[in-house]
């Protein structure tokens, strides 16, 4: 039977990506670029301290993702509009505009951390800044995007809700749910999938029975589409449509971004399920250099001025573990604090 | 019966009575009107007025926007009212039999509950969750659960359970405006009981536990109907020359013990009375207040807990009277403990 669904990422015509960048312009591109070495900066500091044994517990990286958290968080406006985000959740919150400084601190435990050292790297939320949380359990962050979305519509404001998720997600129950609701009552939600192919060790081939998780749009009348997740301008091109269309009244849309983790799912993921070749490949992807090299074929940066952009990076990291180290413990006689507001 | 337990009105005022279901109904069209954040949300709550009715004309009034009829998606109805309570609304979401809780779980335990405390205090979820529990309508297992405990146990989560109108509607306002996630228990049989009701707006505070019969021989704590229950066996036990103390927490969580301490200090004997079943039901955390406090040097017997069976509710109308406690299994356990059976 013949179905009207995608079957194929869409790109962007050269024509439209020098649209893009003009739009954009070069400050604004190089403070993108700066974001996402940002991304990888931590991440990769995160990696060796938990190595060191200064921090503890799990973490979730995001290294080779980062063209879609920037795409993403840079096409609505941050801390305007609301964010709700999954577990592999560090470059959204440092894309959202997130203090470094905060999230090393709140990573290392610290009362300065974003949330007091009570969340840690799988909690991290900026709420002044409207970036509702990262969450640890698969999904749990969609069905509040329907209250975040109804809340919008209440009080009359032309803000939307970016609700980050990934490709496992897709299947829990309430991803239905949200999906739904969303799209009975018209609510300005951006649905992005962060589809990185691997829910922990479940390929999407082995979780999936369709090619693209964007066909799932058309079971609710949701717009969808699926871009390549590593190309900045492709997810910023898509999730600003998106954006404009919930700025208008006229709902949700689905956005499927195919992105690939270089780490494994967790410090614990001896990643028996994918073979060397296929991360080698897609290391090749680097959204990075990729960026970078658009820009210096658009003559929007030099060599000079990427390095400068790296060097300021690895200072800020520097600077948020000095803080960070610095910066006191809770007290333990706090640790009843937060549970209830008064 | 009832109609006695909060007769705080000046002798001039005519006692106004209304139904619980009323109570609660006016609770919510006040905050309503007061309060353009104030919504309400969940299934057939709108021009069907809610399974028991407790929602009828609300839509009328206040319209589609603001009396929400949703799909059957528990889990989204509950996420729906966190993510709504976090970006500065009071949404009041109905789950239409406290049995479908447990498809809300996840959004209530691990997102509600706790998004304040993991992200260090700097969010809030004032939300209010009503759920109508209980059994004696010959709903069979499926439609009669008491599980307030489930609720207990989770910190972050307030859980009141009203056990007449006055504080129906007392109740309801404080938990809409308290700024925590509150899990409000109806009892399906208290709907139609009536009892006075003042017309203006008030709040029964949270967290305050009242004594609502005086007696020096044996105190009974009891929840939602069992205080009915065990205010009618008080009656017959008088006539044998028992005077029974009958507290009401009200407020399950968090508890204040102190009455029910200082009760069983008076009386040297308890008994705890809920619906719930008695295996890892709330009675145990009575048990374990009165038995870690002061009261202990004080107690005569052992502190006895009445509780549901531990058995699904049966369809048959018998077999189901059977699992819950009754007004003579009351009396029959009051009488045991003061005879020195136990």
């Given at each position: 039977?013949?179905q ?6 869409q790109?962007?015509t ?7 960048l ?14 996402m070495y940002?991304i ?7 990696e060796?301290l ?9 973490m979730?990286l995001?290294?080779?993702?980062e063209?879609?958290?920037l795409g993403?968080?840079t ?8 964010l709700l985000?999954?577990?592999r ?18 990573f ?12 840690g ?9 409207n ?5 640890g ?6 069905p509040m ?10 009080r009359?404001?032309d ?8 490709d496992g ?24 999938c962060?589809?990185?192919q691997y829910?922990?060790?479940m390929?999407?081939g082995?979780?999936f029975?369709?090619?693209y ?8 009348n949701?717009?969808?589409?699926t871009?390549?997740?590593n190309d900045?301008?492709?997810v910023y091109d ?12 006229e ?6 971004c195919i ?8 410090r ?5 399920y ?25 003559k929007?940066?030099?060599e ?5 952009i ?6 800020s990291i ?15 006689s ?5 549970v209830?507001a008064d | 019966?009832?109609?006695?337990m ?8 005519v006692v ?13 069209r ?12 969940g ?7 809610g399974a ?5 004309g609300?839509?009328?009034e206040f ?14 109805i509950?996420g729906?009212?966190a993510?709504?309570?976090?970006t500065g609304?009071?949404?009041?979401g ?7 809780v447990?498809l809300?779980?996840?959004?209530l ?9 993991m992200?260090g205090?700097?969010?809030?979820v ?19 659960e ?9 910190p972050g989560?307030?859980?009141v359970?009203?056990?007449?109108p006055y504080?129906a509607k ?5 938990s ?10 109806e009892?399906?049989l ?6 006075h009701?003042p ?8 967290s ?8 020096k021989?044996?105190?009974i704590?009891?929840?939602?109907i069992m ?15 028992i005077?029974v103390?009958?507290?009401?927490p009200?407020?399950l969580?968090?508890?204040d013990e ?14 705890v ?5 008695r ?12 038995a870690?406090s ?11 807990r009445?509780a549901?069976?531990?058995i699904?509710?049966?369809?048959n ?12 299994d009351?009396?029959e356990?009051?009488?045991g403990?003061i005879?020195?059976?136990?």
């Amino acid at each position: 039977m013949e179905q009207d669904k995608p079957t194929a990422i869409q790109r962007l015509t050269k024509k439209r990506e020098k649209e893009l960048l003009e739009m954009i312009g070069k400050q604004q591109i190089h403070l993108t670029l700066e974001r996402m070495y940002l991304i990888r900066a931590f991440e990769e500091k995160a990696e060796e301290l938990y190595g060191l044994g200064k921090t503890h517990g799990t973490m979730h990286l995001s290294i080779g993702q980062e063209g879609t958290a920037l795409g993403a968080c840079t096409a609505v406006k941050s801390g305007y509009d609301y964010l709700l985000n999954h577990h592999r959740g560090h470059g959204h919150c440092l894309a959202w505009g997130g203090g470094v400084k905060e999230m090393m601190a709140e990573f290392m435990g610290k009362e300065t951390g974003y949330c007091r050292g009570r969340g840690g790297s799988m909690h991290i939320a900026d709420v002044e800044r409207n970036n509702l949380g990262a969450n640890g359990i698969v999904g749990g962050g969609l069905p509040m995007s329907v209250g975040v979305g109804l809340s919008i519509q209440m009080r009359g404001t032309d803000q939307v809700c970016l609700a980050i998720f990934g490709d496992g997600a897709a299947n829990t129950g309430p991803f239905h749910e949200t999906l739904n609701m969303a799209s009975i009552w018209n609510l300005p939600v951006i649905f992005l999938c962060e589809n990185n192919q691997y829910a922990m060790s479940m390929s999407l081939g082995r979780a999936f029975n369709i090619d693209y998780i964007s066909q799932r749009g058309c079971a609710y009348n949701i717009p969808a589409v699926t871009v390549d997740g590593n190309d900045f301008l492709a997810v910023y091109d898509a999730v600003m449509n998106a954006t404009e269309r919930a700025r208008s009244g006229e709902g949700p849309t689905l956005v499927e971004c195919i992105t690939y983790r270089w780490r494994g799912h967790s410090r614990s993921d001896r990643q028996l399920y994918r073979t060397r070749d296929e991360i080698k490949e897609w290391r090749e992807k680097d959204p990075i250099t990729r960026l970078a090299g658009k820009l210096v074929k658009a003559k929007m940066l030099t060599e000079d001025e990427q390095v400068a952009i790296k060097e300021k990076t690895r200072q800020s990291i520097e600077d948020a573990l000095v803080y960070a180290e610095d910066s006191p413990a809770p007290d333990v006689s706090t640790v009843m604090e937060g549970v209830y507001a008064d | 019966m009832l109609t006695d337990m909060n007769l705080e009105v000046n002798q001039h005022s005519v006692v106004r009575e209304l139904t619980y279901a009323e109570a609660l109904r006016e609770a919510l069209r006040q905050a309503m009107q007061k309060d353009a954040s104030v919504f309400l949300i969940g299934e057939d709550i709108g021009i069907y007025g809610g399974a028991f009715g407790v929602t009828a004309g609300l839509v009328e009034e206040f319209g589609s926007e603001r009396v929400i009829d949703t799909p059957i998606s528990e889990a989204a109805i509950a996420g729906a009212c966190a993510g709504a309570a976090l970006t500065g609304m009071r949404p009041v979401g109905e789950i239409q039999f406290m049995d479908f809780v447990t498809l809300s779980m996840e959004q209530l335990a691990l997102q509600a509950a706790k998004v304040r405390f993991m992200f260090g205090g700097k969010a809030s979820v004032p939300m209010v969750l009503r759920m109508p529990s209980g059994s004696g309508t010959g709903a069979a297992a499926q439609h009669s659960e008491s599980l307030e405990n489930l609720l207990v146990h989770i910190p972050g989560l307030k859980v009141v359970m009203p056990s007449n109108p006055y504080d129906a509607k007392g109740l309801l306002l404080a938990s809409i405006y308290d700024n925590n996630p509150v899990i409000f228990v109806e009892h399906k049989l208290l709907y139609k009981i009536r009892g006075h009701v003042p017309e203006e707006m008030y709040q029964v505070p949270l967290s305050e536990t009242k004594v609502v019969r005086e007696g020096k021989d044996v105190t009974i704590v009891a929840t939602s109907i069992m205080v009915a229950r065990a205010l009618e066996a008080a009656e017959k036990l008088q006539e044998e020359g028992i005077e029974v103390e009958i507290i009401d927490p009200r407020t399950l969580n968090p508890l204040d013990e102190d009455p029910i301490i200082k009760s069983v200090v008076k009386t040297g004997r308890a008994i705890v009375v809920h619906e719930a079943v008695r295996t890892g039901g709330y009675g145990g955390e009575i048990v374990a207040r009165i038995a870690s406090s002061e009261a202990f040097d004080y107690l005569e017997a052992p502190v006895r807990r009445l509780a549901g069976l531990d058995i699904p509710i049966p369809y048959n109308r018998e077999l189901e009277r059977k699992a819950v406690p009754q007004v003579e299994d009351i009396i029959e356990e009051v009488r045991g403990l003061i005879r020195g059976a136990y």
